[in-house]
């Protein structure tokens, strides 16, 4: 029997337990053997809980029981997130975890110190929700070079594009519902302005690519500005609106972004809708491969992390653990945004000549070649009219 503890009762912490029990009998002829969840750490008390008996308030209890050999970190946040998984890795526990903000933040550091204490330090629900993503792209494409990613990489605001573009619902009114579903951060800013997607690209782009960049330092665009009236352009165009994060390889070095781009109806990110997420792998023996399913919500992320747990139960103390690790990129190992060269869309106010006029909206649209956005900018400000700018997947 493998004993676990729990960081976080929350919405996927609690939905760990409930995997955990609902699926015992799956779980326990996979292994050979069961796992118990021996403690659960929160601040609060869930008295109305099956598990209201295994809730603790001391993280020392867990680090101090030799018994528990993996440690479920749920709590969000990077602090003190990060802090309790250091000490468990230092303590020759392992360590799962959906937190993307730990992972790609001090992803580098907690890697090596698993390594080096010959632990797991394992990361599967931190992108994509439920959607095996981490464990294909470090096993299962190992035989390819990865050259690219495109992902809608946050279910929230997928859930939100999909309610404005498909039924004309206010941006307020779906950003409610998606909290009420559980999809949304503690603090919903991090979805509608892309702070999320960035992070997960950012693990993508690090597992892809060797190197980790800096979430905070990439170019990254939320959809808080996004109107009406984009949609109907983009969709006169056979476009759509989605927000992706993109990372790719330029000059051998590493660039990232995260922003609203116009998707071709042709690509499959552009039909993909509502809380799912999609990540486009480019790799130059397999060609394209889509990863596709529940972005974000209780179950399907609790099954990613389980999927974890058991990972590391069914291999503990054999030679067969894959193991993941990065550096963080620095200096020389960044593409810069001017390195990067798209095809854009330019939405001037009123007509303007050269450009195709949509006069419902007395508006008008430049498609450009692949230029970078200084390029584009310096193009768009030459019509002295206001302006929008997308860049096309
Ligand atoms: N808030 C995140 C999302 C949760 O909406 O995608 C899953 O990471």
């Given at each position: 029997?493998?004993?676990?503890?729990?960081?976080?009762?929350?919405?996927?912490?609690?939905g760990?337990?409930?995997?955990?029990?609902?699926?015992?009998?799956?779980?326990?002829?996979?292994?050979?053997?069961?796992?118990?969840?021996?403690?659960?750490?929160?601040?609060?008390?869930?008295?109305?809980?099956?598990?209201?008996?295994?809730?603790?308030?001391?993280?020392?209890?867990?680090?101090?029981?030799?018994?528990?050999?993996?440690?479920a970190?749920?709590?969000?946040?990077?602090?003190?997130?990060?802090?309790?998984?250091?000490?468990?890795?230092?303590?020759?526990?392992?360590?799962?975890?959906?937190?993307?903000?730990v992972?790609?933040?001090f992803?580098?550091?907690?890697?090596?110190?698993?390594?080096?204490?010959?632990?797991?330090?394992?990361?599967?629900?931190?992108?994509?929700?439920?959607?095996?993503?981490?464990?294909?792209?470090?096993?299962?494409?190992?035989?390819?070079?990865?050259?690219?990613?495109?992902?809608?990489?946050?279910?929230?605001?997928?859930?939100?594009?999909?309610?404005?573009?498909?039924?004309?619902?206010?941006?307020?009114?779906?950003?409610?519902?998606?909290?009420?579903k559980?999809?949304?951060?503690?603090?919903?800013?991090?979805?509608?302005?892309?702070?999320?997607?960035?992070?997960?690209?950012?693990?993508?782009?690090?597992?892809?690519?060797?190197?980790?960049?800096?979430?905070?330092?990439?170019?990254?665009?939320?959809?808080?500005q996004?109107?009406?009236d984009?949609?109907?352009?983009?969709?006169?165009?056979?476009?759509?609106?989605?927000?992706?994060?993109?990372?790719?390889?330029?000059?051998?070095?590493?660039?990232?972004?995260?922003?609203?781009?116009?998707?071709?109806?042709?690509?499959?990110?552009?039909?993909?809708?509502?809380?799912y997420?999609?990540?486009?792998?480019?790799?130059?023996?397999?060609?394209?491969?889509?990863?596709?399913?529940?972005?974000?919500?209780?179950?399907?992320?609790?099954?990613?992390?389980?999927?974890?747990?058991?990972?590391?139960?069914?291999?503990?103390?054999?030679?067969?653990?894959?193991?993941?690790?990065?550096?963080?990129?620095?200096?020389?190992?960044?593409?810069?945004?001017?390195?990067?060269?798209?095809?854009?869309?330019?939405?001037?106010?009123?007509?303007?000549?050269?450009?195709?006029?949509?006069?419902?909206?007395?508006?008008?649209?430049?498609?450009?070649?692949?230029?970078?956005?200084?390029?584009?900018?310096?193009?768009?400000?030459?019509?002295?009219?206001?302006y929008?700018?997308?860049?096309?997947?």
């Open positions: 029997m493998k004993k676990i503890a729990i960081l976080g009762f929350g919405v996927v912490g609690s760990v337990a409930e995997v955990l029990t609902q699926n015992k009998s799956i779980i326990e002829k996979k292994l050979a053997e069961s796992i118990e969840i021996k403690y659960i750490l929160d601040l609060r008390d869930f008295p109305d809980s099956p598990f209201a008996d295994k809730v603790i308030h001391d993280f020392n209890i867990i680090l101090d029981d030799p018994e528990i050999s993996i440690v970190e749920m709590m969000g946040g990077s602090h003190p997130a990060y802090d309790f998984s250091k000490a468990c890795l230092l303590a020759g526990k392992n360590v799962v975890t959906s937190n993307k903000e992972v790609s933040k992803g580098t550091e907690l890697l090596e110190i698993a390594k080096q204490n010959n632990v797991r330090y394992l990361f599967e629900a931190s992108v994509g929700g439920g959607i095996p993503i981490i464990r294909p792209i470090n096993n299962d494409l190992t035989a390819n070079k990865i050259t690219s990613i495109d992902g809608i990489l946050n279910g929230t605001t997928n859930y939100i594009l999909t309610q404005m573009n498909e039924h004309g619902t206010s941006f307020a009114e779906a950003l409610k519902d998606a909290q009420s559980g999809y949304a951060e503690a603090d919903p800013t991090a979805d509608i302005e892309g702070i999320d997607a960035a992070r997960k690209i950012c693990i993508l782009s690090a597992l892809s690519f060797g190197k980790c960049l800096c979430a905070d330092a990439i170019s990254r665009q939320g959809i808080t996004i109107t009406a984009d949609f109907a352009i983009a969709k006169s165009l056979g476009y759509t609106i989605k927000l992706i994060g993109h990372s790719e390889i330029i000059k051998s070095k590493i660039y990232a972004d995260v922003a609203p781009r116009f998707v071709p109806l042709s690509n499959p990110l552009a039909h993909i809708s509502d809380v997420n999609g990540i486009l792998v480019g790799a130059n023996m397999l060609d394209n491969v889509l990863f596709y399913g529940k972005g974000a919500g209780k179950l399907p992320t609790a099954s990613a992390v389980t999927a974890d747990i058991i990972d590391i139960a069914e291999k503990m103390g054999t030679a067969a653990c894959p193991t993941i690790s990065w550096s963080n990129a620095e200096g020389d190992d960044i593409s810069s945004e001017e390195e990067y060269k798209t095809q854009r869309c330019i939405i001037l106010c009123g007509r303007v000549e050269g450009a195709k006029y949509i006069g419902e909206l007395n508006k008008s649209v430049i498609i450009t070649d692949k230029i970078s956005i200084k390029d584009c900018i310096s193009l768009a400000s030459e019509y002295n009219t206001e929008t700018v997308y860049s096309i997947l």
